[in-house]
Every structure is written in C-alpha cells, then in structure tokens.
C-alpha cells in the first residue's frame, strides 16, 4: 500500500463543482488488488471495534450501517480508506461526509477522494487513513494511535483554522453568494473580487479607524475620553512601578482590579483584590503584558458585553467566568473534569464551550478561598475557576440582547461614536442591563476595538445573534456589487490567442481589465508575472489585484487537474476546441477524459452565464448538451447542423458567412467584419485564427458590447510578439520571412500546414522540437506532419526531455518524417539559437523558415537581434 500523491483540491473540480475543498490521494494497492475486506481474517472485527462510529455511515440512501454491511460482504481497500479519513476528521470535530473512490486506468491503482474542512488536517488524515488501514490488516492494536492522531488534527485545526468570529463573516458572506480569499496563515481575509473587495482581520475591517484602535488600546485614554463626554466609568489609575501599587491603594481602597494597560483576552488580569500581598502579586503578573498598569475599582455586579457595528447596537449577551457549581461530594479537580465532559465543551473553538484548563489563575483564585483542587465544595457552592468571563478560557455567555433598556443601547452606540470604531465590543459591570446605568450604578470597563462575535453567535443560553450579517451589510450595502466579470477560456488550441483578443476587447470598452495566459499575467497589457500562468494562484492574483474591474482568465487542464479552479464561478466559459494532446497524462487517455477536464470550466459558469462552445467539434457539443447554463455556439460552416438547430430555437452563434465575421440570433444576421481585414486572421488563410476570432467576438457580444465596438478592436489588434507571443509572429528578413509559433501538438501542426500551404516560397524550412511527455505516436505524427509541409527539416531537443533522451525524441520524430518521405532532407542541431542561426545560413531569397518553439521567449529574442544586425549592416550567419 503505497500514497503515490496527495492533491488539495480548492476550486470546482473535475469531482464536483459544489464542493470546491476535496483531498485526492493516488494510492497504489497493487498489494491488495486480490484481497477484498471479507478475505482479510479478522479485518470487520478489528475495524468495527477501533471506529465503530462507522456504523452510521451510509454507502446506499437510508441504509444505516450500509458501509459495515460492505465491508462484510467484501469491498476494496481504497473504499475503507476514504471512509477511515472522513470518519477520522468527524471525531476530530469536522464532519465532512463526502467521498469518492474510483479505479484509475493503471489497474490496482485508486484516486481515493473525500472531503475537508482544514486544509492541512485533510491532508493529515489522508496518511493517518493508510496507517490504520494497515494496521487493521495486520492485526496492530491501534488505539493509543488513534488517540494520538485525532488530538493532532484538533491541535491543527485550531492552529490552522480561522477564528470563530473570522469564520462566522466568511459562513456569512459564502450564505450571500460573496466570494472571499484568505490572504495569510491568520486572519486576513479578503472579500470580493478586484475593485469590490473589502478585507478584514479577525473583526477589524478596512473601514475600522487605526486611531480609534490605539484609543481602544490604551485603556486608560479610553477611561479620560468616556469620562469627559459624561459616560460612567470605572474609577482608577494608571501606575508603572511597585511604589504606585500603594498609591492605587491609598486613592482607590480594596477591593482592587489590576489589568495591564495594553492587554486583551483577559490576560494578566487579577479581579477582586483585598490585601497588599496580593496587590503586588496582581502588579507583577499584570506588568508582564504590559509596562503601564490599570487599577480600577472592584465593582461588584455582572460582566456583560454589548456588541455595536457600524453605530448600532446588534447584541448583548452576560458573561460568567468558567466556574464549577459543588455537590458536596466531589472535589474542585473532579467538578471541573466532569464539567469539561459537558459534549458543549471542546478543544479550542471547536464547540460553544471551551474546555477548562488549569493555570496559575485558578490556582490565585482557590488560593483566595484557602481551597485546593482537593477541596470538596459544599452543595450548591459556587466556585469561580477563572477570574474573566472569556469564553475562550472556559467562560459561558447568555444572550440578553433583547432586555437592554434603550438608555443604555444609547449609550453605547454613543460610545462607538466617541471611539470611532466601527466595530467595538464594550465590556460593562453592572446588576442589570435592563435599568439605566446612570440608576444602578453600573459602569463601562473598557471598549474593544476587535470584539469576539463568538458570545452572541453560539451563546451558552439564549438566542444566536447573527452578527456578521450586521458586517456584510455595513461592508456592502444594498447595492453594492462584491464580484467583477469573469471570462474563462480552456479548451485545447487557441487559449491564449483568445484570452488576449477578449482582453483587448474589454481594455478598449473602458474595462481595467486583468487576465492570464501561458506566457504570463498582465493587468491593462503590462506583465506582471512571466511564465506559465493558467493556474488558479494565477487565476487568484488578477482576483486579488484591488485595480482591476474585469478579469479574462486562460485555464488549462494542469491547473484544474491540481488543484481546480481558482474562482468559484465565471460569467462566460469559452471552451475553444478539445483536441489530443496531453493524453497518457495523470490518468487522462482520451479525449472524453480531456472534455471532462474542460467541462469543468464550462460546469463552472454561472446558470444565466453562457457557454460559448466550437460548434465543429463533437466534444464541445457533447459536453454543451450536458450544460446548466445559456449555450451559444461558434462555427467555421454556417450550414453546420448544430448551428442551424441552435438558430432555429432562436438560439446565438457567431459564424463565417460571405468572408464576415457575423453574429447570428435566430434569424437575424450581425455583420461585424470581413475576415480579410482582421489581422489576426491573416487576410482570412488561417481557419484556426478565424474560429478565435469567432470565440472572442462571441463572448464579447454576450457580454454586451456593442459589434462596432468590437469590430474596432479586432481591426486593431495586431500579431506581434508584443500582442501575440508565440502565436504566428512572422520577421521580415531583406531574403526570407521567419516564423515563430507554440504549435506543439497534431492539431497546432496542422494548423501551421494549412497556412503554409498558402505560401508561395521555393524553400520552406522547419525547425521542430518533440516534448518528452507525449506518447509516442504523438511524437511521430509531428514528424510526420513536419515531413508534408516543410522541405528541409532541423530538428533540435534541448529541453522538455521530461524522463527520455533526446536520441528517444529525435529518433521517433526522424521514424514520422521517414514514414512520409524517406529522403527528406533532415539535419540534427540540438540547441535552438543554433538550430535558428543554420535555418537562416540555408536560405535563399524567398525563403519561408518556420520555427516550431515550445521556448518561445528564447527564439523571439534571438530572431529579433539578427533583424537588428541586419538593420545596423552587421547581419552574418
């Protein structure tokens, strides 16, 4: 039993496009292959009796213990294991509950696919999954372990996960259909996608005031502002040494409350303190968090905490520090153990209780009382075992938000005022809420500037608060937008032609348009990043970039197979063709595999979104009749039977028709252009520059620009190196013409034949190069193909051996050359900038040198030096 790998899947995937966090794990169990569960001696027994939670999982609808009923009758490995990790994680406190096993095409080998709810804890659960599997077949006691590996996905999760009151806007946003980005390891999110985003920390927005923080900060400034605007307050000073400990005394009298200055969380705080020992025992343990330190008076009353956004008040809630209540049998240790087995309690945040811990504050506090944890409490007794009301530290919350009299909400959302926060927690000592303040003596303590939204949103009694909504209706009122248009392209050739047309598109629309493509992500045409970029963290940087107002972004089947998409949904799918290529690739043979890859983008678009598919190619109409989405179809052939039954039901397409580029809707024809003079098209030679020019044209029509708009731009984007790297840039050379272009698989290559064959030349040279991780065949057909278009031949290998030689990849280039022409002339030049330097030696006036790169910025950069040599009189090869 071997892991082969472990993906994290964050986007819609080739598995779902609802549930965008799943964990894939390739898993060799060759081992196995012959060795069902109920032929493994022992194995339903030794499993039953280590989870025998599992019995509530369910492998048919409404069939309790459906998946035991399996394991008896015999199932594979690879099913136990994805029902281990998901089972694993729902003790560990994350139920998940969705999974998938599936045979990949190498037999004995399985993609074993479940659910996650923190990333690095799936991945985790994934390897303790295997561990136990074969534990169970060996016979291993694997108790204790387990134990071991569920305590560590907690402590994971909880060093991992975001916080409850982080959480709780992001549940609250994913419910109002908002996207949203974690930006680091903590609580940084962003909401919203390019221009519309807004970002957070824990409950701190981008609206929040950073002087409003450093007043909240400052408890003491706090103090003096509240006080000069008539808000009760507790009474205090501020002291910074030993000596102001008996000056707190003398002006402030027991009982005393020490707290540091800049604390939070109830940290360093000592509560209720009634002697000088104590006093400057309370002073140290405080000035450990902070040098300056808070003396307040005791006030005798309740905790409570209002909760006020955007200058309103949303909820209130009491808060009691962790206590135990006795019995008069059991000791303080044991009330509190029983207490933590309360199924409310959990580690961390994962429950609406925290579990309690013992520590140096529960220990002052039962010292205070001359208790122990061996001391038995009285019945009825109860005895406090932290000294604030933090619910992280054990405390309990009940919502009282409905009992606040209106003086107090007053007050309060006077007190946000006075602050300038726009989210602020303000902690108030008092008998009740429900009398004014200014009649029962209760006074504020202190004004939070990132308050916990835990207490009102899972209070220990009372009703939830949905707080977070307040947030979202602060951060985007009605009206206001949280996404940018997203057009996706994928499809086999023309990604990237596509994707930079559209973009070009949109920037001369007015758009600050971002998109990514195979060469690099550019925002408004500067680069940004170069390399490969059709990825989701590509996807995520345009997403992110607060400039940018339009997004077209490339999306290639590597990505997708990875790690899946980088958005959630897009506006428009254009899937350009499904050709081969890549196929013998991560369990992708055929060309129904590929379109399921590329039905992922197209599943992805929105339900009144549109599809924009190739009409000429079966595959893109298979999967468009599959579709959940308006579809609209492209076509080289107005007379295509697809196109003419779309129409007929009044459907949209964009066709060449009469040497036009014409938008159909039922009936009615929409002239644009003529093919000739839209350069891309190359004075209308080239079908495959025409269908992406027919993709882009469509897509942008649907979008709602308008066809003169269109028509401008696509008369006035150029093939260039500058606009179309690698995508048929031709140099004018006194003697030849040299071209450069990606084209690296049969149906690019032929593409490249059919131009050619437009091309009245005397000597046409090819320079062609093989990729290691295509199939043989693969390799040959570009031999063979080379072999019908070009005269002369060079072949070059230097790079993207990927596990072969280059003696392999030339050899089965020259057996596809040979198959056509046996004497066709073919030279072996290894590196291409020599490759490119002898082409040129060859040629005589007229001549045609095409250069078939798959390293595109190399062969650009080197051509244009010798057109600059030659420019500048210095030209020799």
Not at 57 to 81: E, K, L, N
Not at 341 to 348: E, T
Not at 697 to 721: Q, R
């Amino acid at each position: 039993m071997k892991i082969e790998n472990i993906q994290v899947l964050r986007g819609p995937n080739i598995w779902s496009i609802r549930r965008k966090k799943l964990i894939q794990m390739r898993l060799d169990l060759q081992e196995m292959e012959h060795k069902p569960t109920n032929e493994i001696e022992g194995f339903y027994d030794r499993l039953e009796k280590l989870l025998p939670s599992l019995y509530s999982h369910r492998c048919s609808p409404g069939v309790p213990g459906g998946f035991f009923q399996r394991v008896v009758a015999g199932t594979w490995m690879g099913h136990v294991i994805e029902h281990i990790a998901l089972e694993i994680q729902t003790l560990a406190g994350m139920d998940t509950g969705f999974g998938r096993t599936r045979e990949t095409k190498t037999k004995g080998v399985y993609n074993v696919v479940f659910a996650y709810l923190e990333e690095k804890v799936g991945v985790f659960a994934a390897e303790s999954a295997v561990r136990i599997a074969e534990a169970l077949i060996a016979g291993e006691d694997y108790t204790l372990q387990l134990e071991a590996d569920i305590q560590q996905m907690r402590e994971i999760r909880e060093n991992t996960r975001l916080g409850p009151s982080t959480g709780s806007i992001v549940e609250e946003a994913i419910a109002r259909d908002i996207p949203w980005i974690r930006l680091n390891n903590q609580s940084l999110v962003q909401l919203g996608y390019g221009k519309n985003q807004v970002r957070f920390r824990a409950t701190m927005t981008e609206k929040t005031s950073s002087i409003a923080v450093d007043i909240a900060s400052n408890k003491d400034e706090t103090k003096r502002m509240l006080q000069e605007q008539a808000i009760p307050v507790a009474k205090g000073i501020t002291i910074s040494s030993l000596e102001g400990v008996a000056e707190a005394i003398r002006k402030i009298g027991f009982p005393l409350v020490f707290k540091p200055l800049n604390g939070n969380h109830g940290r360093g705080i000592s509560i209720n303190i009634k002697t000088e020992e104590e006093a400057i025992a309370a002073y140290q343990h405080a000035a450990k968090i902070s040098y300056k330190v808070i003396v307040e008076r005791f006030i005798t009353g309740y905790d409570f905490r209002v909760l006020v956004i955007d200058n309103k008040m949303v909820a209130a809630a009491l808060r009691d520090p962790a206590h135990i209540i006795g019995d008069g049998i059991l000791t303080i240790q044991e009330l509190i153990d029983k207490e933590n087995a309360d199924p409310r309690r959990g580690y961390g945040h994962e429950k609406v209780l925290t579990l309690i811990d013992i520590d140096r504050d529960t220990l002052d506090l039962l010292e205070k009382k001359g208790y122990t944890l061996e001391t038995v409490p009285t019945k009825g007794e109860k005895v406090f075992v932290k000294s604030t009301a933090n619910l992280s530290t054990g405390g309990t919350s009940v919502d009282v938000t409905d009992h606040v009299h209106p003086q107090n909400i007053f007050i309060c959302e006077r007190i946000s005022k006075i602050i300038g926060l726009d989210i602020c927690g303000i902690d108030i000592m008092a008998e009740n809420l429900t009398e004014p303040l200014t009649e029962n003596g209760g006074v504020v303590l202190e004004v939070n500037a990132a308050p916990g939204f835990r207490m009102h949103i899972a209070p220990s009694e009372g009703l939830p608060r949905n707080v977070a909504g307040h947030v979202l209706d602060m951060l985007y009122p009605t009206g206001k937008s949280a996404r940018i248009p997203i057009i996706a392209i994928t499809g086999t050739n023309g990604k990237t032609t596509t994707t930079r047309l559209i973009a070009h598109i949109v920037k001369n629309n007015g758009h600050r348009v971002g998109f990514t493509t195979s060469d690099g992500i550019y925002v408004q045409n500067n680069m940004m990043l170069k390399g490969d970029t059709t990825g989701p963290v590509s996807s995520e940087f345009i997403l992110r970039d607060p400039t940018v107002d339009f997004a077209v972004l490339e999306t290639a089947r590597g990505g997708i197979l990875r790690s899946g998409l980088g958005f959630g949904f897009c506006d428009i799918g254009v899937v350009t063709n499904i050709q081969e290529d890549h196929l013998g690739l991560a369990d992708i043979h055929s060309l129904d595999d590929l379109a399921r890859v590329k039905s992922v983008v197209l599943n992805s678009v929105k339900k009144d979104g549109w599809g924009v598919l190739n009409a000429d190619n079966e595959h893109c109409v298979r999967i468009g009749n599959k579709a959940d989405c308006n579809i609209a179809y492209f076509s080289l052939n107005e007379n295509n039977p697809i196109i003419k039954s779309h129409c007929r039901k009044g459907g949209i397409a964009a066709i060449c028709e009469n040497g036009f580029i014409t938008i159909q809707k039922g009936d009615w024809k929409i002239r644009v252009q003529r093919t000739i003079l839209i350069p891309l098209t190359f004075g209308g030679t080239v079908p495959f520059m025409i269908e992406n020019v027919l993709a882009a044209t469509l897509a942008s029509f649907l979008w709602g620009f308008k066809t003169e708009d269109i028509k401008m731009s696509l008369e006035t984007f150029i093939p260039s190196a500058a606009q179309t790297p690698g995508r048929m840039n031709i140099f004018e050379f006194k003697d030849f013409r040299f071209m450069i272009d990606f084209a690296h698989n049969p149906d690019g290559y032929n593409g490249i034949k059919a131009f050619l064959s437009h091309i009245d030349s005397p000597l046409k040279i090819g320079i062609i190069a093989g990729t290691g991780d295509r199939r043989d065949d693969d390799i040959r057909e570009l031999g063979k193909l080379s072999a019908e278009m070009f005269d002369y031949i060079i072949l070059r290998q230097e790079k993207h051996l990927r596990g072969r030689t280059a003696e392999n990849i030339i050899g089965l280039l020259r057996e596809g050359i040979e198959s056509v022409d046996a004497n066709k002339p073919v030279e072996v030049v290894p590196k291409e900038v020599d490759a490119i330097k002898h082409a040129m030696s060859l040629a005589k006036p007229g001549t045609f040198i095409t250069a078939l790169s798959d390293v595109i910025d190399n062969a650009i950069e080197t051509v244009q030096n010798y057109q600059e040599q030659e420019r500048n009189g210095l030209f020799n090869v």
